[in-house]
């Protein structure tokens, strides 16, 4: 007669192999959008819940589209800190997508093209290693930064893209900052916009991003 610990190894074996294997959870879970960026995206100095990140996820619902929003924007981040924080985020929330809104306040700080763009790269790279499609979200520095720097920093995130075959928003701010309502639309300190801006930018950014959720 066999020992009851065998017997009870072998009956655990054929329950394991009888029984239906569990369900793929990544498979059903909505698809994860991780939003790396700046105040811009972060609803500095408006009221919580009226930024374009927020707007996106209200648009989600509307669209039918089944995604979740992480927003992992910090006001004064750097496309430095932004790619320090990068890995982190990836392996927690497995997103299926990341925008990365970064760069302003790098040009802000006088930091180094070379810089701004090799972290761009990084960034990129990084998230497309993971699984994840990326959008970047390209700035524009105003006038006074001089012709040659404002071509030369826009030409950065449209060099990421192209090199790594990442969609783009080439200027986030459209028809905000370049609209004839420009100044009604930024708060008194001329950086951040106010929350009248928001769907704007959200409009400027739901066309490309949109097709990566496709």
Known sequence: ?????????????????????????????????????????????????????????????????????????????????????????????????????????????????????????????AAQQAGARVLLVGMEVPPNYGADYGRRFAAVFAQVAKARQAALVPFLLKGVADGPDAARLFQPDRIHPTAAAHPTILANVWPELRRLLK
């Open 1 to 125: 007669m066999k020992k009851p610990f065998e017997l009870n190894r072998r009956h655990f074996i054929r329950w394991a192999l009888a029984a239906p294997a569990a369900p793929a959870l990544a498979a059903t879970e909505a698809p994860v959008i991780l939003v790396l960026g700046d105040s811009l995206s972060a609803e500095y100095g408006i009221a919580r819940g009226s930024g374009w990140v927020a707007l996106l996820e209200q648009k989600l619902t509307t669209e039918k589209v089944k995604a979740q929003v992480v927003n992992a924007s910090i006001s004064g981040d750097t496309t430095s800190g932004g790619r320090a924080r990068l890995p982190a985020l990836l392996n927690k929330h497995r997103p299926a997508v990341v925008v990365i809104e970064l760069g302003g306040n790098d040009a802000l700080r006088g930091l180094p093209l070379s810089m701004t763009e090799a972290n761009l790269d990084a960034m990129t790279q």
